[in-house]
């Protein structure tokens, strides 16, 4: 009988967190479909273009159905510095050279293929046409970690960031810290500013150990500055920071602040880059460009896998501090149904 109590009790208790049973049914389905939309999207078809190609060569050449672009090498090497093509084919009589923009190595892998299906017709002859590979960014060295760590990088500082600074405030709600604070002179935007730049300087730390790790330990390439390495995972963190204190104001325990992760946080890793989001339907395109770590993840690979400076990333950089912004005015708001005064 005791037992039986015991799991009445229980039973009772997810009868009125509603939440948590949402949760367990809700979330895994959500994480699911996610992984089955990521893995059995279409496959990518690179965009290739050609400069000087001879109309036989075009002609005999097998281009899967495949429009390929045709212009001057100014206008190719543009498109190529802008990830409007993935390479080009350059002819310089019995020699060809194909220009590949170089940062993802799956994107390079899809291109050489498409060549040498390409040519496969022109085999009686290719014994004449001397190929050469030439990257804009990185090298046939380049690896899967390369590309994806600067978003694996990105994803866990966002991930602890988010988890540390919202449960960290819901203790200091529940502990009553929050309600004496909410009794005092001090005006919300100060005491939100306080809490962000109270966390911020442990984020700050964290911030520049785990980026450093990655860089100098593993090894993770790193083309352009770290200064805008860590400038980058400083908004980002910020942004995650001020995210989950805003979260926080909604959760009553620790448990219903960890159930925003699955709903929040893991869709960010899916639409951010870690996966090429044109095999994806375009009805889901919309998800990446409305979360931080979509802006912060291209920031990071401009800067530490094709080198660019502040101005190729300032946008991304303005962005993430938009949502630094929007989410402290949005946690002055929040806050405002604390005071009773």
């Known amino acids: 009988m005791r037992i039986k109590a015991l799991v009445i009790r229980i039973l009772r208790q997810f009868k009125h967190d509603k939440r948590t049973i949402g949760l367990m ?29 001879p109309d036989f060569l075009l002609d005999n050449m097998d281009l899967q159905g495949q429009k390929v672009w045709s212009g001057s090498k100014e206008d190719a090497q543009e498109m190529l510095e802008n990830r409007e093509l993935d390479g080009y084919l350059e002819f310089e009589g019995q020699k060809v050279t194909l220009h590949l923009e170089g940062s993802d190595p799956m994107i390079n892998s899809a291109v050489q293929k498409w060549v040498n299906t390409a040519f496969k017709p022109l085999q ?11 990257f804009l960014h990185g090298s046939e060295d380049i690896g899967q970690f390369d590309y994806l ?7 866990f500082v966002f991930f602890f960031v988010f988890l540390i600074a919202g449960v960290s405030f819901l203790r200091e709600r529940t ?13 919300l935007w100060e005491i939100v500013v306080g809490y962000v730049a ?17 860089i100098y330990v593993l090894g993770m390439l790193m083309e352009g500055s770290f200064f805008y390495v860590m400038l980058i995972i400083l908004l980002l963190s910020f942004s995650a920071l001020t995210l989950g204190i805003l979260l926080s104001a909604f959760a009553q325990t620790e448990l219903q602040m960890m159930q925003f992760i699955p709903i929040v946080v893991v869709p960010q890793l899916f639409f951010s880059g870690l996966f090429n989001l044109e095999t994806i339907s375009d009805w889901l395109s919309w998800i990446g ?25 300032a946008q991304n950089i303005y962005i993430l501090l938009g949502f630094s912004i929007l989410f402290m005015l949005l946690n002055v708001l929040a806050l405002r149904k604390y005071r009773k005064l």
């Open 198 to 214: 109270g966390f911020g300087i442990f984020t700050t730390i964290q911030a520049g150990i785990i980026a450093s790790y990655a």
């Open 289 to 313: 460009p409305l979360t931080p770590l979509y802006y912060a993840a291209e920031a990071l690979r401009d800067v530490m896998v094709r080198g660019y400076g502040f101005e190729q990333i």
């Open 124 to 134: 009686t002859s290719a014994a004449s046409i001397k190929m050469q590979t030439a």
């Open 175 to 187: 502990g009553g810290t929050l309600e004496r604070l909410m009794c005092s002179p001090l005006k």
């Open 25 to 53: 049914i809700f979330a895994p389905i959500l994480v699911l479909t996610m992984l089955w939309l990521v893995f059995n999207g279409d496959d990518y078809e690179p965009k290739i273009g050609a400069v000087n190609a």
């Open 149 to 155: 760590g600067p978003v694996l990088l990105g994803f």
